[in-house]
């Protein structure tokens, strides 16, 4: 009997053994995937602060008046002219009236009416019968 516990024993601590093998083999490869993603993370703060960079430099007044310039042939105004702003708590006044002057209205032309595929291929009154009869 004695034999069989030691039996026993040796096969459970082989078990144990191979499954602390197991475990720390899982432990290990979690350990290398979260070493990947931290390499990842990093490099992606990188570029993140990269296109920051060349975010604040695209959005820069100053080469957005440059390119309003040079590009698209944008001139500065001459003078700039501030309108006031209506007071709400006053009732709406009516916009002066500019002269009008007189304008001719386009008048267009009554609508040709094109013949229908049934005058035009010589069909009379009777229809499809008096095509073929």
Do not use: W
């Not at 499954?19 to 990842?40: E, M, N, P, W, Y």
């Amino acid at each position: 009997m004695r034999r069989a516990y030691t039996a026993l024993a040796v096969i459970g601590a082989a078990i144990g053994l191979f499954l602390v093998v197991c475990l720390h083999v899982l432990l290990a490869q979690g350990q290398a995937q979260l070493d990947d993603l931290d390499k990842r993370a990093e490099k992606e703060q990188v570029q993140n602060g990269r296109l920051r960079v060349a975010v604040a430099e695209l959005e820069s007044p100053s080469r957005i008046a440059t390119a309003a310039r040079e590009r698209l042939g944008m001139v500065a105004p001459r003078s700039v002219t501030f309108l006031k702003a209506a007071d709400p708590s006053l009732p709406p006044t009516t916009p002066a009236t500019r002269p009008t002057t007189a304008r001719t209205t386009p008048t267009t032309a009554p609508r040709q009416t094109t013949p229908t595929t049934a005058a035009s291929s010589g069909m009379r009154a009777g229809g499809a019968e008096g095509a073929r009869g």
